[in-house]
């Protein structure tokens, strides 16, 4: 029987589809274990063969643990939400609703022809009213909660509420905004509108005036990871900065909790560095200088108070709330103009540029609270508005950009003391300079910035500060395609809907272009907007929708329980799958997804609603698969193209074509002509009769023609060979080039593994005789490394394993039942098909996805020889196998009547022999 992959593998996709093989109870005695993929979005594109590299990882891990007795959650969805699925609508002239369908309905195609062991009753789809009903209810949780610095967590806002009724903000600093401070009465004094206000500022998710990335083309705010170079990530259109009013999640109060939960995770040490760079924490203070002239003052964070006598300058950034008050009329046109320039540039630019030095002075100076100097007022965009206090006290001295922009903008730089050092290279200042400073004279001796920060709060013109570099997430879209806010504004204040009211459905338009000044396409549709209200109010609806994030901050939790109406996940369901075993995704996520999805857990997990704050338990980033592109040589200002390997002979432009129509190197030149109609009359300078492409390695895209569709792979080698060779490329976690030629390597494995049971004219081959030593060591050498290499993720080696162990049984000729069955449950979660197909076809009832993995057993590999090196006169002449349960007196007497071993002693009486048991034997003569 020959081995026809094809047909194998319909037969068992479909039969696991009859037979519900991979559906999983909530209510099983099994040990759980969850593993997951992270939540893909549909492409219209389709999946090409870099795309399935961590979905064949996860599905080869999954399949593992079930065969040892786990109950295994692997379940798929869809994040079909946001700007790619609303953009690619508007392309194609379609409604997302529509597209997103058609696009998931191809993936789903393609996923199920590769043999993924997903649960698919648990599907669920961001887009679905029945799973975003659960996300804004989740929001409003985020609406409706405040967090409690004193208890370390979060709590409903009622009872903020009560504190205030009882003891105003005394014991609870206002995140929002600082300065708010009042008493019991003064709160109690307030009316509902001003109440609101307040708490707004203590809410986790709330309101408030932002600069944001403004995309005029899209009509809609982007995040700073949706914007490159100034213009939109998708379509590249310019982004302005705009003030607009926006939700965000004050996700900086969770900052330490998640830099702590970082230690109790199994992420990379490069993962969790990502985090804690992104999070930014830093131990500082707060300082205040007069400025000159006004009643105004610039407040400063610093992280080295104690250089405070090295400041030169002060950087302000351009959008801070002081520079328009404190610009003079001879600078207002110049800082207007710089400000126009920062408005087009990210937050990315600004900070990523740093040899990029631009700026604008105000013509205001600051004066130094301990000198009395008074010092210039720049504007620049390397200072966030959003970072600290938007100001920095420069100190050319210590730091090496604050140098280089005193050099550049000629700003006269001294050093700690007052001494010019001008033109010298920046030298940052060591901790002690300040002690010769007059204020400090007498004091202990303590590291200088703890005593100038004593000496700045003694004063009361600062205070102890800290700082982090990560800012509150913002929450809200001004697009169509994304889950609608559950708010209603009563008079303009925000209130939440009743839960029972939920889901708040995204109504069907037909266009959806913005609205008016900056609102989302909802804001069209008046008569879903404005509600009917009682006389005197007005009741609106919220015209933003949320982001993509929001539906795949909590997705993880969704497939828990998927089909519960009552709840998002049942505590008792969600406390037995508890957080994700294993979880393998693309770095592209590696800090915004990760992030918001462990703020939501910490939330849900304060409230009570589940039992773990961290979501993910392991981590594991799969590289990324590069195409290998092909390139064509043409003569430059002809039709005429020339092979690889003679283009040094000629003037050619280099051109992408498509690999599909290349075989290895070799251009299928009719297929070119067929390819383009300026390409049907080109001509060929061939090498040896062949048209042979150049290549270059690099991110598979459409636009290099280098993408490789995973169903022509499939078809022509199988769903099994395409699994085993994307593990063989090597180690998940690295990136590598796609060579299609290789994949036939691991062809003719599968064929050969076959070959163990079938003959091509007899059938089975495979017999119930006793197995020998020989083939038993084989076996059980191979279970050892398959079991441990899979479970450390090493599929590449494992695959290197089953492949020694299918040549040793070949030459071993081995086709026995007590070798062969359990070598088919070692290969299933790799191949899964052929070894249902070889399972089945040795007699066996029942599935083989749900065997029990082989058990390794130690004495069969243990040796019993040892070849022993055995030296004339220290020279190495030949090897012997001895049992390693000889004396040395029966060793020295085997190495003795060796016949090399006599032709190098010439008869001799040895003079002694040195025996190492287990390592060598050495005879001298």
């Not at 005695?29 to 969850?34: A, D, N, S, V």
């Not at 609703?97 to 062991?117: C, H, M, P, W, Y």
């Not at 459409?702 to 022509?712: C, G, H, I, R, Y």
């Amino acid at each position: 029987m020959e081995y026809n992959f094809r047909q194998i593998e319909r037969k068992w996709q479909q039969h696991w589809v009859n037979t519900g093989a991979y559906k999983i109870s909530n209510n099983s005695t099994k040990p759980k274990c969850y593993v997951l993929d992270m939540f893909p979005y549909p492409s219209g594109a389709g999946l090409h063969v870099g795309h399935p590299l961590g979905y064949i990882a996860s599905d080869i891990y999954a399949r593992f643990k079930r065969l040892q007795g786990f109950n295994v959650l692997h379940p798929m969805g869809y994040d079909a939400f946001g700007l790619p699925a609303e953009q690619y609508a508007l392309e194609t002239g379609q409604h997302p609703a529509v597209t997103t369908e058609q696009n998931i309905k191809a993936f789903r195609s393609q996923l199920d022809n590769i043999g993924f062991s997903y649960d698919w009753s648990r599907e669920i789809r961001t887009s679905d009213p029945s799973y975003y009903k659960w996300t804004q209810r989740i929001f409003l949780q985020l609406f409706g909660s405040w967090y409690n610095r004193l208890a370390g967590k979060a709590e409903n806002i009622e009872t903020l509420v009560r504190i205030f009724e009882q003891e105003g903000n005394l014991h609870h600093e206002c995140p929002g905004n600082r300065g708010i401070r009042f008493s019991a009465d003064s709160w109690n004094d307030h009316n509902y509108e001003q109440q609101q206000e307040i708490l707004m500022e203590y809410r986790l998710g709330y309101l408030a005036y932002a600069e944001v990335n403004w995309c005029p083309a899209l009509g809609t705010v982007l995040a700073n990871d949706e914007v490159v170079n100034g213009v939109s990530e998708r379509g590249g259109h310019p982004v302005i900065k705009k003030k607009m009013r926006q939700w965000f999640l004050r996700i900086t109060e969770y900052a330490d909790r998640l830099l702590e939960g970082l230690e109790k995770v199994q992420f990379s040490e490069a993962m969790k560095d990502m985090q804690r760079n992104w999070i930014g924490k830093s131990q500082g203070a707060e300082i205040k200088f007069n400025i000159a002239g006004s009643m105004e003052s610039l407040v400063v964070y610093t992280t080295r108070p104690d250089t405070i006598f090295g400041v030169d300058f002060m950087v302000v950034a351009p959008e801070h709330e002081l520079v328009d008050a404190i610009t003079t009329d001879a600078q207002m046109q110049a800082v207007n103009e710089y400000k126009d320039y920062v408005q087009s540039r990210s937050e990315r630019e600004r900070m990523a540029d740093v040899k990029l030095i631009t700026g604008c002075f105000t013509g205001a100076y600051a004066i130094n609270p301990f000198d009395d100097r008074q010092i210039p007022i720049w504007i620049s965009e390397y200072v966030l508005a959003g970072y600290g206090t938007g100001a920095i006290m420069a100190v050319p001295c210590g730091d090496q950009r604050d140098f280089n922009f005193a050099q550049h903008f000629n700003i006269p730089i001294t050093n700690i003391l007052g001494d010019a050092f001008n033109g010298q290279e920046a030298n940052p200042t060591k901790e002690g300079k300040l002690f010769n400073s007059n204020f400090i004279t007498g004091m202990d001796m303590k590291p200088a910035m703890e005593a100038v920060i004593e000496k700045i709060e003694t004063l009361g013109i600062g205070k102890r500060q800290i700082n982090y570099k990560m800012r509150d997430a913002g929450f809200s879209r001004q697009r169509y395609w994304g889950e609608p806010f559950p708010i209603v504004y009563r008079n303009g204040i925000p209130e939440a809907m009743d839960p029972a009211d939920l889901p708040l459905e995204l109504p069907h338009v037909d266009h959806y272009t913005p609205g008016e000044d900056g609102e989302g396409p909802l804001a069209n549709m008046t008569q879903w907007v404005n509600l009917p209200a009682e006389p005197g109010t007005a009741l609106r609806r919220e015209t933003s929708t949320m982001p993509g994030y929001a539906g795949s901050s909590w997705y993880f939790l969704r497939y828990m329980d998927p089909h519960n109406n009552a709840a998002f996940c049942d505590r008792k369901v969600s406390d037995y799958w508890g957080q994700v075993d294993l979880y393998i995704g693309g770095t592209e996520h590696a800090v915004g997804h990760l992030l918001y999805s462990r703020l939501w857990t910490k939330v849900l997990f304060d409230l009570g609603h589940i039992g773990f704050d961290e979501p993910y338990k392991k981590l594991v980033n799969q590289g990324m698969i590069t195409g290998s592109s092909r390139l064509v040589y043409r003569v430059r200002g002809t039709n005429e193209f020339v092979s690889a390997g003679l283009r040094e002979q000629y003037d050619t432009d280099e051109l992408h074509v498509d690999v599909n129509m290349v075989d290895g190197l070799e251009l299928d030149v009719d297929a070119f002509r067929s390819w383009r109609p300026d390409y049907a009359t080109a001509q060929f300078i061939l090498e040896d009769g062949k048209y042979i492409c150049g290549t270059l390695s690099e991110k598979m895209s459409k636009s290099k023609f280098n993408t490789v569709n995973p169903d022509l792979l499939v078809e022509k080698f199988g769903a099994d060979t395409f699994r085993m060779y994307e593990m063989f490329l090597g180690p998940v976690e690295q990136s590598k080039p796609w060579e299609t030629k290789g994949i036939e390597g691991v062809h003719r494995f599968l064929k050969k593994f076959w070959r163990l049971y079938m003959d091509e004219q007899k059938g089975l081959i495979v017999k119930d005789a006793a197995p020998t030593a020989d083939e038993l060591k084989t076996l059980h050498k191979a279970i050892r490394r398959i079991e441990e290499d899979t479970e450390r993720l090493s599929f590449n080696t494992a695959v290197s394993g089953f492949m020694m162990c299918v040549n040793d049984l070949t030459d071993l000729k081995c086709h026995k039942k007590a070798i062969l069955e359990p070598l088919v449950i070692l290969l299933t979660p790799y191949a899964p098909h052929v070894c249902e197909e070889l399972w089945a076809a040795m007699g066996n009832s029942g599935s083989v996805l749900d065997a029990a993995f082989p058990i390794f057993n130690a004495e069969y590999v243990t040796e019993s020889t040892k070849e022993y090196p055995v030296s004339v006169n220290g020279k190495l002449r030949t090897t012997i196998n001895i049992s390693l349960d000889a004396t040395e007196a029966e060793a020295t007497a085997i190495a003795l009547a060796n016949d090399v071993i006599l032709k190098w002693t010439e008869g001799k009486d040895p003079r002694k022999v040195i025996f190492v048991k287990g390592k060598m034997i050495n005879v001298v003569i």
